[in-house]
Structures are given as structure tokens and as C-alpha cells.
Nanobody, 121 residues
Framework: QVQLVESGGGLVQAGDSLRLSCTAS????????VAWFRQAPGKERVFVAS????????SYADSAKGRFTISRDNAKNTVYLQMNSLKPEDTAVYYC??????????????WGQGTQVTVSS
């Protein structure tokens, strides 16, 4: 079973950038499709971006398109979320998730504990 640990969150100002990392242990991450989700205070957790095992496929929520980039380094067992031009509405706990099923099914069995991103105006 894979264990996921997110890092890279923090407090930034609007317009700044952050890069989140999701590092796996217990299993090689290259066999998993991986996604980032986020949950803002008082709201449900929502999809942000996903990437297939080989990085051949990526998908983004409308809110992330043009500002966020998901990537992976399978040699480092890590998936990244580069976030540029951050806005206060990006404030949330960001979670990475992984799954062995076919890419695009939108279901993820393995989750990290999350990392807080706070964007001040």
C-alpha cells in the first residue's frame, strides 16, 4: 500500500507562486495515477488536477487552468503541483491522492494528510 505525504504549503501573498510536492513511500508511485484536490474552509473537497502514470495525460479544473501545472518525477517517487498567480480563493488544504485504476475514472483510494495553502490579499 502506498503512503502519500504532501509538502510545500505555506502563507503567501496574492500573485505569488508555490510548488507542492507529493512524495510516496511503500510502493513505487510510477504505477499510480495521481491527483491533487483541495478543500477550503466550510466547503467540500474538490478536484484540482490529475496526471497519468507516465504523465502522458493531465487534466485540470477550470479554476486551475493556465495557472497550475501538475508534473511528476517517477525516479523521485514524487508528483508536483506548481501554482502560479495565486489568489485568495486558492486558500485551502491541498491533498494528493493516488489510484491504480485506469486514468480518468476519477476515483482515488489513497490519500495524504494535506498541506495548508493560505493566500493573503
Amino acid at each position: 500500500q502506498v503512503q502519500l505525504v504532501e509538502s510545500g504549503g505555506g502563507l503567501v501573498q496574492a500573485g505569488d507562486s508555490l510548488r507542492l510536492s507529493c512524495t510516496a513511500s511503500g510502493r513505487t508511485l510510477s504505477t499510480y495515477n495521481v491527483a491533487w484536490f483541495r478543500q477550503a474552509p466550510g466547503k467540500e473537497r474538490v478536484f484540482v488536477a490529475s496526471i497519468s502514470r507516465t504523465a502522458a495525460g493531465t487534466s485540470y479544473a477550470d479554476s486551475a487552468k493556465g495557472r497550475f501545472t501538475i508534473s511528476r518525477d517517477n525516479a523521485k517517487n514524487t508528483v508536483y503541483l506548481q501554482m502560479n498567480s495565486l489568489k485568495p480563493e486558492d486558500t485551502a488544504v491541498y491533498y494528493c491522492a493516488a489510484d491504480l485504476r485506469a486514468y480518468g475514472m476519477g476515483r482515488y483510494d489513497y490519500w495524504g494528510q494535506g498541506t495548508q495553502v493560505t493566500v493573503s490579499s
